[in-house]
T-cell receptor, first 114, second 116 residues
Framework: ETGVTQTPRHLVMGMTNKKSLKCEQH?????MYWYKQSAKKPLELMFV???????ENNSVPSRFSPECPNSSHLFLHLHTLQPEDSALYLC?????????????FGPGTRLTVL | AQTVTQSQPEMSVQEAETVTLSCTYD???????LFWYKQPPSRQMILVIR??????QNATENRFSVNFQKAAKSFSLKISDSQLGDTAMYFC?????????????FGKGTHLIIQP
């Protein structure tokens, strides 16, 4: 247990559905991240939020929409996904302060797009 | 941009043996951090060990230690007295320093199998 939780753990959705992934931490961290883990590929950074402001968007398609309403919660809103978006989506958080760079990961959401 | 290379897709050793996983990286940054993460079949990504680039001393955590060669841009992980529970994917990761919120750049991973 890292203190970072993700819901749901598994999600199956059609290409026309709209769903959201949720990440939560109560560790006092002020930066949160979304990563995508596909088979046969390295983990890919999708979004970074620091102090609830988005600081990085790695050219992610607009069908993925992040939201960070406060420093403890992070969402990834999904709509009109493609089968190639099927993957494990990992959330991470890191503490404030220079030098405190370690990221702690949640258990992930396994997404299947039909 | 940074790159991280793990050249061993899979390794298998007997329980209690010592195993070394290799990792090389490429960067023009002078201030950065390196990590090894473990991902068992449960898929939970767990931090194994962390190294600050400005520190010459190699990091150690119980049975886990690293051999950090900054000039060679090499960051290998040694697992001593390997245990069945060490079976997992191991990822080497890089992050720029500077105190900002930066993402991790991961290698493709090494699947380590500990045989009884």
């Amino acid at each position: 247990e890292t203190g970072v939780t993700q819901t749901p753990r598994h999600l199956v959705m059609g290409m026309t559905n709209k769903k959201s992934l949720k990440c939560e931490q109560h560790l006092g961290h002020n930066a949160m991240y979304w990563y995508k883990q596909s088979a046969k590929k390295p983990l890919e950074l999708m979004f970074v939020y620091s102090l609830e402001e988005r600081v990085e968007n790695n050219s992610v398609p607009s069908r993925f929409s992040p939201e960070c309403p406060n420093s403890s919660h992070l969402f990834l809103h999904l709509h009109t996904l493609q089968p190639e978006d099927s993957a494990l989506y990992l959330c991470a958080s890191s503490p404030p302060g220079q030098g405190e760079d370690t990221q702690y990961f949640g258990p992930g959401t396994r997404l299947t797009v039909l | 941009a940074q790159t991280v290379t793990q050249s061993q897709p899979e390794m298998s050793v007997q329980e209690a043996e010592t195993v070394t996983l290799s990792c090389t990286y490429d960067t023009s940054e002078s201030n950065y951090y390196l990590f090894w993460y473990k991902q068992p079949p449960s898929r939970q990504m767990i931090l194994v060990i962390r190294q600050e680039a400005y520190k010459q001393q190699n990091a150690t955590e119980n049975r886990f230690s690293v051999n950090f060669q900054k000039a060679a841009k090499s960051f290998s992980l040694k697992i001593s007295d390997s245990q069945l529970g060490d079976t997992a994917m191991y990822f080497c990761a890089f992050m720029k320093g500077g105190g900002g919120a930066d993402g991790l750049t991961f290698g493709k991973g090494t699947h380590l199998i500990i045989q009884p």
